[in-house]
């Protein structure tokens, strides 16, 4: 089966680091995308890890462990625009992705 | 640079019509991803296609609806019947699929919110 987990909700300060985890279990596995979705809009790029470790990208940075089945998104030197839901995404296979639930991030000033 | 187009963006209908959501991917794409948004939930993946084909469907109810992606023209959802059960958001995504890891990256569009009333 497919399971993806990750925490409802977080709260952090602006100019603060966050840091969101997500544990999957997947039948297949490629690869895993971390999304950003803001309410009511599409959600958008922000990261694609295949290979063990940390990927920096500006703000925001994501790890894999593949053999754990873990990831994370760490997002610094938040921002009040950084307020959104982040979706974790393993890449199954055959160009399937499937998303978990989300992570709403409020960010307080 | 047009990316993923979806229409129409609102979709309100009666208990037992049909709704019809169109997708067209961006320019040069030729994988669609159908996902539905509960409120307050995540994507759940229904169904992929490539060009006049379905490559998997195992998100998708077996009963009401149905996906399509012919040569020409844009990616149709259709679902008969619709129940309240259906009031979603409707997001269609497109990659180039040309077999790199990194052109799985999807591209979404804005989506269709469908109420049913």
């Known amino acids: 089966g497919q399971n993806i987990d990750q925490p409802t909700e977080m709260t952090a300060t602006e100019g603060a680091i966050v840091q969101i985890n997500c544990t999957y279990q997947?039948?297949?596995?490629?690869?895993l995308f971390w999304y950003q979705q803001h309410a009511g809009e599409a959600p958008t790029f922000l990261s694609y890890n295949v290979l063990d470790g940390l990927e920096e990208k500006g703000r925001f940075s994501s790890f894999l462990s593949r053999s754990k089945g873990y990831s994370y998104l760490l997002l610094k030197e938040l921002q009040m625009k950084d307020s959104a839901s982040y979706l974790c995404?393993?890449?199954?296979?055959?160009?399937?992705?499937?998303f978990g639930a989300g992570t709403r991030l409020f960010v307080k000033a | 640079n047009a990316g993923v187009m979806q229409n129409p963006r609102h979709l309100v209908r009666r208990r037992g019509q049909e709704a019809r959501l169109r997708c067209s991917p961006v320019k040069g794409h030729s994988h669609v991803y159908w996902y539905r948004q509960l409120p307050e939930e995540g994507l759940k993946f229904m169904v992929y296609l490539q060009k006049e084909n379905i490559i998997d469907e195992s998100g998708m109810p077996k009963e009401r609806f149905s996906a399509e992606f012919p040569k020409e023209g844009p990616s149709i959802l259709r679902i008969q019947q619709v129940v309240r059960g259906d009031s979603a958001a409707y997001f269609c995504a497109s990659s180039p699929g040309t077999g790199r890891a990194a052109d799985t990256e999807a591209f979404f569009g804005q989506g269709t919110r469908l109420t049913v009333v």
């Open positions: 997947t039948s297949g596995f490629n690869g």
């Open positions: 995404a393993p890449n199954t296979g055959g160009f399937k992705t499937i």
